[in-house]
């Protein structure tokens, strides 16, 4: 059969074994093309069962260079229903052209997946900058099409959050082209921009202008080609994909966030200057600040510190909708994972928000803030976005549509406006470094605001974060949103006399889902209790 034809052209590797994990397959690109390919089968077959059009995006993000990797878009733009990760990973792990075949009938018949081609049978295919990732893309377009009937649509090079949205849209029947990506984006910040209150049109920062950090990958170049079309705001991307410099090498959201040093290509003349910095694939954003006389270290305004941003505005603006009527019952959440910073946790609840936590991985964010009217959610790595419900969005078309032509409306109304715009603006998909740093920077003009009084809406408590290497970092196993470990026994109750030794003290252990080692992150009231707390509990670990 065409199938079995196929797969003899891609054999896995021996002696690997590979887990879809929190990001999909992650490996050495050397390692990947049968599995590529075999995901390739893998979302042919989702948009069979759903009817609908899926995504495949072949990235591994942060990651260095020489690796790669490979995850599917689901047909509402969000990450693979987690109910199909185990066949992904029996998949991927099928030793031999047979097993694979009879594997997948298998799964076809428990799914009740029809196999004739009737309807919309298309996989929309896209890949960041890696070296590797041409030669993947044609592998994953062979797996596709090894399914009678699946079209595969190479869209060539796109940040991760653009082929998410592509697939959302295109299953939204609304126009689904990277141009109409940008138009989106673009006009939805001019409507925000056009909305700033008169008093505080003119932005009082040190300077007009964001210095952004492509990581020389995707981003960047993409931010080139958005930015022509604002011209509200002015952008400078340094690191971009066709600068030279090596994929996530010294330079990207992960590192700075990490390292908390300045990426190459920034230094002391930046100082003070609104900078930030996407990773490889552009789904991740975080602002920094170089201080004057720097050594080389930043000022790091993260994932939390967005989301503190957002949650401001967008409870501003609900509080002025709500004076009586209907759209009141709003409900507005927010979601973190425990490497949220506590000094963002109390900032958000002083201004009386619903925080909720979730275990590290986007999916289990999106999932939680999809139960909201609005759900905020940001991981402190700088991944995250503002989920709106359909209902609530209906709501305010309803009560903007009445709002007659040329006339801006009451403040109320320019509320509605401006929440709807907001749900334009950010990608309802997936995060998306691109669209939040349109509303990162259009929040600040709101507010009048510098990054430094943004900075200093809260101040971060000295934080550290280790990793250690273990046998077998699956004897780990945690709970409550990654806080509490079950086993091994008697961990928790050491790291609980061992915190509590530290004034604000406050630390957890997690196995890695993309590395083979054991995280550990202290918190504490300074820096050296911090880095005290950490490498005790990460003796206790070893
Ligand atoms: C992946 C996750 C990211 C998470 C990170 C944690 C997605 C799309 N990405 O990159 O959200 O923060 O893994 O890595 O879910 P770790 O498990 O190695 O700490
Ligand atoms: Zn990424």
Known sequence: SLLLNSSSRFIPPQGVKLSYGTAGFRADASLLPSTVFRVGILAALRSLKTRSVTGLMITASHNQVSDNGVKVADPNGGMLSQHWEPFADALANAPSPQHLILLINEFVEKEGISMDGAGTLEVLLGRDTR?????????????????????????????????????????????????????????????????????????????????????????????????????????????????????????????????????????????????????????????????????????????????????????????FLNEKEDINQARLGVVQTAYANGASTNYLKQLG?????????????????????????????GHGTVLFSESFVGGLEARTNKIASGSKGSEREKAALRLLAVSKLINQAV????????LVEVILQHMGWSIHRWNDLYHDLPSRQLKVKVADRTAVVTTNAETVVVSPPGLQEAINE???????????????????????????????????????VARLVD
């Not at 925080?355 to 402190?380: C, M, Q, R, S």
């Not at 196995?511 to 550990?520: A, L, N």
Request: charged share 25%; hydrophobic share 40%; aromatic share 8%.
């Open 498 to 536: 061992e915190t509590a030794r530290y004034p604000q003290g406050r630390c957890f252990v997690r196995p890695s889902g993309t590395e083979d080692v054991v995280r550990v992150y202290a918190e504490a009231s300074t820096q050296e209790t911090a880095d005290t707390l950490a490498n005790s």
């Open 131 to 319: 070296p590797s990732g041409d030669a993947l893309l044609q592998a994953a377009k062979q797996g596709v099409t090894s399914i009678v009937g699946a079209v595969a649509t190479d869209l060539g090079i796109l940040t991760t959050p653009q082929l998410h949205w592509m697939v959302r849209a295109r299953n939204k029947g609304m126009k689904a082209s990277e141009q109409d990506y940008f138009e989106q984006l673009s006009s939805s910040f001019r409507c925000l921009v056009d909305l700033i209150p008169t008093e505080k049109s003119k932005f009082n920062g040190v300077n007009d202008k964001v210095v952004v950090d492509g990581a020389n990958g995707v981003g960047g170049v993409k931010l080139k080609d958005l930015g022509k079309l604002l011209n509200a705001l002015a952008i400078e991307v340094r690191n971009s994909s066709e600068d030279g410099g090596v994929l996530n090498d010294g330079v990207g959201a992960d590192y700075v966030q990490k390292e908390k040093v300045v990426p190459h290509g920034f230094g002391s003349k930046d100082a003070g200057i609104r900078c930030a910095s996407l990773d490889g694939d552009a789904d991740r954003l975080v602002y920094f600040i170089v201080p004057p006389e720097s050594s080389g270290r930043i000022d790091l305004v993260d994932g939390d510190k967005i989301l503190s941003l957002f949650a401001l505005f967008i409870r501003e603006q609900l509080s």
């Open 431 to 438: 995060g998306d470094a691109l669209s939040g740093l349109l």
């Open 353 to 381: 928000l619903e925080v909720n936590f979730t275990p590290t991985g986007v999916k289990y964010l999106h999932e939680k803030a999809a139960e909201f009217d609005i759900g905020i959610y940001f991981e402190a790595n």
